[in-house]
């Protein structure tokens, strides 16, 4: 019997890849407030292993309701995503992104993603930042984790250095350097990388370990009214 | 177009749940060092949103291969899992678990386990040890995190505080807690295991951020070699 995983249905509501939300067709019915989360398991229809009709139940010897083929047995798991991001600085000053892409067209992010196979945390943090602000960074350490359950992802942000120029990627519409003062905490793009912007700015670049934060919200996305 | 995620296949190398490695047979070949894991993606031949054949291809607009269906077009991604674990204490000394399944059994482990879905990090790093040693603790702050890249893991690490009582859970053969000269160096089961119990008793109780630790090999035990 083969043992096979399924992580849950990528969001088309946080910026994770330029495949991902450059359409607006796709993933329409998977925006932010559509689908509960816990649902998630019982989206996969067909075993990816034999192609059979899959039952969602609870194993034998297992707590938690799986994907089971009906067919071949084979057992498949639905476990959280993995976001990466970096707040990376210059000269005092904070690397963000003006978003080209839904959701949140037209406001700022830190650069984030999900994280790719064959990568680490930092690299990914890295990659991210290189793709969406054309920015090569030195990462630092990470100092902020954001459980985001309903969503079943976690985000985790790392510090980052300027070591070279910084430019527009595919996913965005402007790269800016801000001092603290000049954040736009009205125009940001989501509540992680809000909470990481604040924790971040407490930190005074000391290395405090990580805060960790739970939203419980699957909705990323900040509204006016938060 | 839907997005679907695919995560790697979940190794029977790692002590995830009690369904998955209590059966012999399952996973049998896919133990460590018998499938690299960048193949991963290649492994889903059906679609699980419609049961359709899918090519394995970069798409339009992205940098990566992706399993694609054929039939229905359906993007489905392969991420890198979770693992959580937790060094519990008490009285100064810390909570290991004698593995009584394969791989490593009869080894002894920090207690750990794949994220679930529906809960954060800390809660799942609090979840495996009363799972694995019957023991409720108080999860203190994250002080390690491996990236274990060929495997598509990541293992976080948390401290924590006995608050109860321990026994032996279905998975262990035995539990117990060890002084720093106690702990069974030369008997331990797996690599990020040892690591995080090393920086552990290197912080001597504070928080001096995350450690970060980046194993290359897929195969996650220690060998007598090592």
């Known amino acids: 019997m083969k043992i096979l995983c399924l992580s849950v249905v990528h969001y088309a509501d946080f910026h994770a890849g330029p495949d991902r939300e450059r359409r607006p067709e796709r993933g329409a019915d998977r925006l932010p407030g559509t689908a509960p989360t816990r649902d998630l ?50 000269d005092g000053k904070i690397l963000l992104c003006k978003r080209s892409i839904e959701p949140r067209y037209g406001y700022w992010t830190v650069p984030a993603g999900f994280m790719e196979l064959g990568e680490t945390l930092a690299a990914g943090a890295a990659r991210e930042t290189l793709e969406e602000a054309l920015a090569p960074v030195e990462i630092g350490h990470q100092f902020a984790s954001v ?80």
Chains 1, 2 share one sequence.
């Open 41 to 90: 398991a019982s989206t996969m229809k067909y075993c990816p292993d034999c192609g059979g009709k899959v039952s969602h139940r609870i194993p034998a010897d297992d707590n938690r309701e799986r994907a089971i083929c009906d067919d071949c047995g084979t057992v498949h798991y639905q476990n959280p995503l993995i976001v990466v991001g970096c707040v990376a600085e210059s």
């Open 147 to 226: 459980d985001v359950v309903d969503a079943g992802q976690v985000h985790i942000f790392f510090t980052g250095r300027l070591t070279g120029g910084y430019g527009v990627g595919e996913e965005s519409l402007d790269t800016r350097l801000f001092s603290e003062d000049e954040i736009p905490w009205d125009d940001l793009a989501f509540r992680s990388g809000r909470y990481a912007l604040q924790v971040y700015f407490e930190d005074r670049g000391k290395n405090n370990g990580v805060h960790f934060h739970e939203l419980r919200s699957k909705d990323l996305t900040l509204k006016n009214e938060d």
